[in-house]
């Protein structure tokens, strides 16, 4: 059986019009490693790699503590409603017909007298 030329020239072909073999092709790298890896830009290389980590944990951390904040702010305002609602029973509580209904079940009843000043002299005391 007879071999396909077609199909082998076009397999051989296509192995170097990827995306990456045709990047490779125009930024020519083989020429910048001909001579062993370039230690002179060792430096610099490694300070982008440190700008470039420390720019990543910045922006976890400020996402953290976003995440924090408006958690606790959740929190305040459940909290700040729990206070408005137990204030508002305690205002209507500390009302004087609200106090004269809860102590008549104990006997006591309100004074129909108004209230008198006790006066002390000075040496009384």
């Known amino acids: 059986m007879a071999e396909?030329?077609?199909?082998?020239?076009?397999?051989?072909?296509?192995?170097g019009s990827g995306?990456?073999?045709?990047?490779?092709?125009?930024?020519?790298?083989?020429t910048y490693f001909e001579e062993g890896f370039p230690v002179k830009y060792l430096p610099k290389i490694l300070f982008g790699m440190l700008l470039s980590l420390m720019?990543?944990?910045?922006?976890?951390?400020a996402e953290k503590t976003t995440r924090e904040i408006?958690?606790?702010?959740s929190v305040v305002e459940d909290l700040?409603?729990?206070?408005?609602t137990r204030k508002a029973d305690v205002m209507f509580a500390g009302k004087?017909?609200?106090v004269a209904r809860r102590v008549k079940?104990?006997?006591?009843?309100?004074?129909?007298?108004p209230p008198y000043k006790i006066i002390?002299?000075?040496g009384e005391y």
């Open 105 to 113: 079940t104990l006997g006591l009843r309100e004074s129909s007298k």
């Open 80 to 84: 700040r409603a729990d206070f408005t």
């Open 19 to 30: 995306i990456f073999s045709g990047f490779e092709q125009r930024l020519k790298l083989e």
């Open 55 to 61: 720019y990543i944990s910045n922006t976890h951390y």
């Open 70 to 73: 408006n958690k606790a702010q």
């Open 4 to 15: 396909n030329k077609l199909k082998i020239e076009n397999q051989k072909e296509s192995k």
């Open 120 to 122: 002390v002299e000075k």
């Open 96 to 98: 004087q017909s609200e």
